[in-house]
C-alpha cells in the first residue's frame, strides 16, 4: 500500500511540476506562480471531500483544484508580483446523516513579492461544518497574515486534523 501511495505522490508531482513549467513558460516577467496539492487523508473508508466555499483576494487560477476530494486534486496559481496570491478553500466531508459527523477543512495561502523577497504563508483550520456556514474571510485573512509557512491544526472535539506546508513556491496539505 505504500508504494501504491507513493506512486500516486510522484504521479501529481510530476503533473505539477509540467504545469508549473507550462505556466513559467507563458507568464511575464512581473508574474508570479504558485501550486499546490491537497490530500484526502481522512480515515473514514476512503469517503470523498466537496468543495464547500472558496475566496481568493488576489491571483487567477492557470489550473484549479477539484470540486470533489477523493484522494488529492492539485492547483496552479498566478498573480502579479504587485498584488501577490492570495487565496482560500474549504472542503466538506459527511461520514453519516448526523450532522456530527459533517466536517469541513479550510486551507488558505498566499506568497507576496516585496523588495525581492517572497513572503509565502499558510493557515489551516477544520471542525465541524457548522463552524464554516458563515466564514468570516476577514478574519480568515488576519489569521493567514499572522501566520507562517507551514501550519498544524487538530480540532479537539472532533479529531479533525489540517497540516500544510509550503515548499519553496508549493503548499502541500494533509485533510485529515
Not at 46 to 53: E, P, S, V
Not at 68 to 94: D, H, N, P, R
Not at 121 to 148: H, M, P
Not at 149 to 163: E, F, H, L
Amino acid at each position: 500500500m505504500a508504494s501504491s501511495t507513493q506512486s500516486v505522490v510522484k504521479k501529481e508531482e510530476a503533473a505539477l511540476n509540467e504545469l508549473m513549467k507550462q505556466a513559467e513558460e507563458a507568464k511575464p516577467q512581473d508574474e508570479m506562480l504558485f501550486g499546490g496539492w491537497i490530500y484526502n487523508r481522512s480515515n473514514t473508508a476512503k469517503k470523498t471531500m466537496h468543495l464547500y466555499a472558496e475566496k481568493t483576494w488576489s491571483g487567477k487560477f492557470y489550473y484549479k483544484y477539484s470540486e470533489t476530494l477523493e484522494e488529492s486534486t492539485g492547483f496552479t496559481q498566478t498573480g502579479q508580483k504587485e498584488k501577490g496570491i492570495k487565496a482560500a478553500v474549504v472542503y466538506s466531508l459527511k461520514t453519516s446523516d448526523d450532522p456530527f459527523n459533517h466536517y469541513g477543512f479550510l486551507l488558505a495561502w498566499s506568497d507576496s513579492f516585496n523588495e525581492g523577497n517572497h513572503t509565502r504563508k499558510v493557515y489551516g483550520s477544520c471542525g465541524l461544518l457548522e463552524k464554516f456556514q458563515n466564514i468570516d474571510w476577514d478574519k480568515v485573512e488576519k489569521d493567514l497574515d499572522a501566520s507562517t509557512s507551514s501550519s498544524s491544526y487538530i480540532d479537539a472535539y472532533t479529531r479533525t486534523s489540517v497540516k500544510a506546508e509550503i515548499v519553496a513556491n508549493v503548499v502541500y496539505a494533509d485533510f485529515n
